[in-house]
């Protein structure tokens, strides 16, 4: 009997449940974070757009309040 392996075993995140429960849960966290991420980028995009607009009437003195 290995006295390392027997108390590994009662522990259940060492057991095959627990590591493929951990392998799901990190496949989700980054399938989540890509999408996450990829909501963001395209966010940051259209602010970068509309700022970029804005700052452009307000050169030409369309926007009064700029």
Partial sequence: MD???????LIPEFGIPGILSTLVIV??????ARVLLNVAVKVAIV????????WFFGLLRFIPFL
């Fill in 3 to 9: 006295l390392v392996a027997t108390p590994l075993q």
């Fill in 27 to 32: 496949v989700i966290a980054l399938l989540v």
């Fill in 47 to 54: 602010a970068a757009i509309v700022v970029g607009v804005l």
